[in-house]
């Protein structure tokens, strides 16, 4: 494999990213490569910076050192025209779903289409706000509601729809499956499978949840003291001798999810 | 691969449908278009030159095999499962909720207004009850007054609004010094202006800018802080510790606001008064002394009485109704919006009509 090809293939290149809020420093030299493809769940203790390392990511924190490309282009000090065409390119979903109150969730849903398409045909527009709701699994009576009639597993899912809505090669999904109950959060984990091996994505996965660690994830990145200290599948990361990642997946919950898993899979 | 990074395009001929080009969104271009505006059904789809193919693509050629089912050929093995999980999310969706005849809708509207603004006023005078009924349980339990939390309110309420208000008091004066004497002039009678001065700000624009200034400023604060509390779940939480939000929340806010507006509306006087006596020094040459003087003479002392006795009133009117619409946040964060708008409309509404009744009847015992 020649240098040319290995780069097409990464996605996602962070390299030395430090990160600070004042005086307290969150990230202080984050290395992490994201694959074609992949499904990358990242991981650590709460008050770690995943969602900031995330944000820093999609430009939305700007880092105190390092270098951020997505899609091999520098996400830094971007001109904001280029930057929105690398932004077309990916879908976001925030922790709440962070859908625009005053739409409704189809309308939400044709928000990004009607930025970057603004002389699409109407009907199709209607068309494709339909389908990739019912893609994202709602019912089609979610369609005229607005946010604030939705549960929070249907405002996940409408989050979902819109970030897929420009059928994006990258996705983001923070925390997807917290605050569902444990029947609604398989069912997400099984869309996000689905939808990853239909469309091709590569998917950015923050969570906390072991059970979706074990079902989707190719591989883990693992956040603690401030850096990535270990990236690789579940079976290699439990072979490295870490206090923490020994805590994280052979504690009780993590070996219930894992038990869980095998049992799936057998 | 043909037809990769063209734009997506097709042939029609003898009933087949061959695509080329990319089916993404981003290079469908007037496709839909020129497919509706096709001179006969198709008979099949070719699909083997086609380049990328996103979920849009495959949802262009789902929509015409339903509508003339029709074979499709040269689909690859991921294109095949694209069009099938596409076909599986066809279902009918309406994008936003049906809206009956206008005309109806109007009524409908009008309807439920009005229904609001008498539920509102309604839960007004509730509020107002319960927070009386508040004030004398604390009147009873004296040791249950929150002393931090009175002194934190009349730091926020009075002490930092003295500098806004004193300020927009001292510009009032020397405005309504200017518009009286530039009147008066015409009849030579521009030392009247002292007159215009004096009794309008002691009697009805000191209080009544106070008032408005007031509810701009800290209604609206309290709608705000009690709406985010709200949505926060942060009074429910109070509740089930057995702290009462009204007594911690909503009395001390109160209590300051009436204890303050009538402090608020006599320095606001004093400050306007002060600008228009400047005005007077400089513009009409009326020395301070005269001017005091003057206002000694021409101002009862009944104004004052009317300003102070108005000022505690739009006090609770600001306070009550900040408070009140901050406890009927629920839901999401653009109520705390609305509420804090419709605070502030109704303080500033309710202390104009007071303020209206207060003329009528002062006007009316010989208050003049």
């Known amino acids: ?266 | 691969m043909a037809g990769m990074n063209a734009p997506a395009d097709f042939q029609f001929d003898q009933g087949t449908l061959r695509f080329t080009g990319d089916l993404t969104l981003a290079r469908i271009g007037p496709l839909p278009e020129r497919l509706r505006a096709l001179p006969e059904s198709p008979q099949r789809i070719d699909i083997g030159g086609i380049g990328h193919i996103d979920t849009v693509g495959a949802w262009l050629i789902h929509r015409i095999v339903r509508e003339h089912d029709v074979p499709v050929d040269g689909a690859s093995e991921d294109v095949a499962h694209l069009l099938e999980q596409v076909a599986a999310a066809d279902k009918p969706l309406k994008i936003r909720p049906d809206a009956g005849p206008g005309f109806l809708r109007v009524l409908d509207e009008m309807g439920a207004g009005t229904l609001a603004a008498a539920r509102s006023l309604y839960g007004l005078l509730d509020f107002f009850g319960a927070t009386v009924i508040t004030f004398g349980s604390l009147i009873r339990h004296p040791r249950r007054v929150r002393i931090n939390a009175l002194a934190r309110q009349f730091e926020v309420v009075g002490v930092q609004a003295l500098a806004i208000i004193g300020l927009m008091s001292f510009l009032i004066g020397i405005v309504i010094a200017q518009q009286g004497a530039v009147q008066l002039r015409q009849f030579g009678a521009e030392v009247f202006a002292i007159n215009l001065i004096g009794r309008i700000t002691i009697r009805e624009l000191g209080v009544l800018m106070t008032a408005i200034m007031v509810a701009g400023r800290s209604g609206s604060a309290f709608a705000a802080q009690l709406g985010s509390m709200k949505l926060a779940e942060e009074i429910d939480a109070m509740r089930t510790i057995g702290v009462s939000p009204m007594e911690a929340l909503v009395l001390p806010r109160v209590i300051s606001t009436v204890l303050l507006m009538p402090m608020l509306g006599f320095y606001a006087a004093m400050v306007a008064m002060i600008g228009g006596g400047i005005f007077c020094w400089i513009d009409l040459d009326i020395p301070p002394i005269t001017f005091v003087q003057r206002i000694r003479e021409v101002v009862p002392l009944t104004d004052l009485w009317v300003g102070l006795i108005k000022a505690p009133v739009f006090g609770m009117i600001i306070a009550i109704s900040g408070c009140f619409q901050g406890m009927q946040v629920k839901g999401n964060a653009e109520e705390v919006g609305l509420r804090t708008t419709a605070s502030v409309v109704q303080a500033i509404f309710l202390v104009i009509v007071l303020d209206a009744v207060f003329a009528v009847f002062f006007s009316s015992i010989g208050w003049i």
């Open chain 1, 1 to 266: 494999m020649n240098d040319q090809t290995k780069k097409e293939d990464v996605i996602i290149r962070v390299e030395g990213l430090k990160n600070a809020f004042g005086d307290q420093v969150v990230h202080d030299g984050i290395d992490l490569d994201v694959s074609r493809g992949e499904i990358l769940g990242v991981v650590g203790g709460s008050g770690t910076g995943k969602s900031v390392l995330m944000r820093s990511i999609i430009g939305l924190q700007a880092p105190v050192a390092g270098t951020v490309e997505v899609f091999g282009e520098s996400m830094l000090d971007r001109d904001e025209h280029e930057a929105k065409q690398v932004r077309a390119r990916w879908g976001v979903l925030f922790q709440g779903g962070a859908l625009f109150s005053t739409l409704t969730v189809a309308e939400n849903v044709q928000v990004p289409i009607r930025e970057y398409f603004p002389d699409i045909d109407r009907q199709l527009l209607d068309e494709i706000a339909a389908y990739k709701v019912a893609m994202s699994g709602l019912p089609a009576e979610a369609g005229p509601k607005y946010p604030s009639e939705l549960s929070g597993g249907m405002r996940k899912r409408a989050g979902l729809a819109r970030a897929l809505a420009l059928d994006p090669q990258l996705l983001f999904l923070d925390e997807p499956t917290a605050g569902l109950d444990p029947i609604g959060a398989a069912a997400f984990d099984e869309l996000i499978q689905s939808l990853q091996r239909t469309l091709g994505l590569t998917v950015f996965l923050i969570t906390h949840d072991l059970d979706t660690l074990h079902a989707i994830c190719d591989r883990v990145a693992v956040l603690a003291d401030k850096r990535v200290i270990a990236v690789g599948t579940i079976p290699e990361l439990l072979a490295l001798d870490h206090p923490w990642i020994q805590e994280y997946f052979s504690g009780p919950r993590g070996r219930a999810a894992a038990d869980a898993a095998s049992r799936n899979t057998a």
